[in-house]
């Protein structure tokens, strides 16, 4: 009887199987595939590995993974499943904590390292057909790179349409949106790093003790996600409400208007127009311009 697969994109697995110090060629492959550097990353140290209790059942906590490459970059992924209408301002902000962060330990601004964010996305957020986009600093008009030290990568796994087997990261994204995928079985046996991971996500399935903190981490989500609908809903419904008073208020206002005008009209041929102003509460100006 053959094992489901959990879903590597609850982030829980996905840092299990991304984050782990037993598995470093499956990071720094995936890694890799998104930056492509013209210095390939070789080695990585994995900063925040330990996964507590608290974390699984707090439905707003983040199960990112932040390394380090062998060149003091530091490299933050985050699996997000559901689109919360803040991506880009989110990725900007975690993206400055751990610039920040880095000045508090070094003191120097001259030591500041290159900071890479990559998000990785269970639904499509920007105006764009790639499936991987990424975003710099630049200038402007002639579009000279200011500095490579902010980098935000975008990963939106829907967007990903076919698999292109030259492409690393169009198998890794295939990985995380269906590891089932017969083309991908085909393929793990060409990329060393790729069967690892499958060979990991099978055991993190196969362990009852994983399947049960699995279970609690799809709560946690699912809380969240219904939490972010049902906050959107009450939005929505109390802005058709005040839209819909206000709605009637500008027509019971324009209503009076209409009336106080064809009343003003007919009295224009017997009273001056400063008694019709008083009658009709229009002002002064407003009569004169029916004349």
């Known amino acids: 009887m053959c094992t489901q697969l959990f879903d590597p994109k609850v982030d829980y697995i996905f840092k299990n199987i991304f984050g782990s110090e037993k598995h470093p060629k499956i990071l720094i492959s995936f890694l890799n595939a998104c ?9 990585v140290r994995i900063k925040n590995t330990e996964i507590n209790k608290e974390h699984i059942e707090e439905s707003f906590s983040r199960l990112d993974v932040l390394a380090t490459t062998q060149d003091g970059e530091i490299i933050n992924i985050e699996m997000q499943r ?3 209408k803040n991506m880009v301002k989110r990725s900007l902000y975690y993206w400055s904590k751990i610039f920040s ?36 600093l630049k200038n ?8 490579d030290t902010l980098e935000l990568h975008f990963v939106e796994i829907p967007k990903m349409k076919e698999i292109d087997q030259n492409d690393m990261l169009s198998l890794w994204t295939a990985f995380l949106d269906d590891p089932n995928n017969h083309k991908l ?20 399935s196969r362990d009852p003790k994983e399947a049960q ?38 027509g019971l206002k324009e209503g009076r208007k209409k009336e106080q005008i064809k009343i003003a009209k007919s009295l224009l041929d ?22």
């Open 35 to 43: 930056i492509k550097s013209e210095h390939p990353i070789t080695e």
């Open 101 to 136: 962060g880095e000045y508090k330990g070094k003191g120097r601004y001259s030591s500041l390292p290159r900071t890479i964010c990559i998000n990785i996305l269970d639904f499509k957020l920007l105006d764009e057909e790639k499936f991987h986009n990424v975003y710099i």
């Open 140 to 147: 402007k008009e002639n579009n000279n790179m200011l500095t």
């Open 185 to 204: 079985v085909e393929l793990e046996a060409k990329y060393e790093e790729l069967h690892e991971a499958k060979i990991e996500l099978a055991r993190l």
């Open 82 to 84: 559901a689109d919360e």
């Open 213 to 250: 903190i699995y279970r609690m981490r799809e709560d946690a989500i699912n809380e969240r996600r219904n939490f972010f609908l049902e906050t959107l809903d009450k939005g929505l419904k109390e802005g058709r409400e005040k839209g819909l008073k206000e709605g009637i208020e500008k």
């Open 270 to 291: 017997i009273l001056d127009i400063e008694t019709i102003s008083i009658k009709t509460g229009l002002s002064v100006d407003e009569v004169k311009e029916l004349k």
